[in-house]
């Protein structure tokens, strides 16, 4: 496994950090919490504690759809990436999208990343109970199915241990709050770091 060169003992040079882009709707931009307390800076701040010199850009916008996200997909990536954490569906699966589009529109944000050559770590979302059974199987697959294309490691539920925990959402039962976030970080993180190591040395 390649260690990124930004992560290397006793460089003779100053290494330029990773720049890492998380790419997402409200649940990355960190919906009615301040910056520092999103999910991209808490995340940056636990791998940089853990020896990682990386820097976690936040391209979350709250109320985008995967189809929104890919709208603005030019200009989040003009300046290019070493890596792009992707997290996008939920408000397509809170719309009742059809599953099928949602799969088209993350299926071309991974194949323009893969065009760049920007290595892809996918958070997926499940779909409620309330919508069906045969909503959430299709709706859940698509992420399963992504990350098998694109070979592209996976993380299947954004919010694993924090949906359905009061005590880690806002008001509204759908955001985490400081809390939550701090929680989702500290279980993606390993998965997070993994995904860093195995990434070439910064452009």
């Known amino acids: 496994m390649a260690v990124a060169a930004s992560f290397l003992p006793g460089k003779a040079e100053a290494a330029k950090p990773l720049k890492i882009i998380a790419f997402g709707d409200s649940l990355t931009a960190g919906y009615q919490l301040p910056g520092d307390e999103a999910f991209p800076a808490v995340l940056e701040k636990a791998l940089r504690a853990d020896g990682f010199d990386v820097t976690v850009v936040n391209a979350g916008v709250s109320g985008d759809t995967a189809e929104d996200g890919l709208a603005r997909f030019d200009w989040t990536f003009a300046d290019g990436a070493d890596a792009a954490i992707v997290e996008l569906g939920a408000n397509d699966m809170l719309r009742g999208l059809d599953t099928k589009l949602t799969f088209q529109t993350l299926d071309e944000i991974l194949s323009r990343l893969k065009q760049r050559k920007i290595p892809v770590y996918l958070a997926g979302i499940t779909a409620s109970p309330n919508l069906g059974a045969d909503y959430k199987k299709a709706f ?48 993606i993180l390993p998965g997070i770091e993994r995904f860093v190591k195995s990434l070439p040395p910064p452009k």
């Open 140 to 187: 859940d697959q698509i992420f399963i199915d992504l990350s098998r294309k694109y070979n592209a490691p996976l993380y299947p539920f954004f919010l694993e241990g924090v949906m359905n925990v009061p005590k880690l959402q806002l008001a509204d039962h759908l955001h985490p709050n400081r809390e939550g976030v701090q929680k989702m970080v500290q279980n």
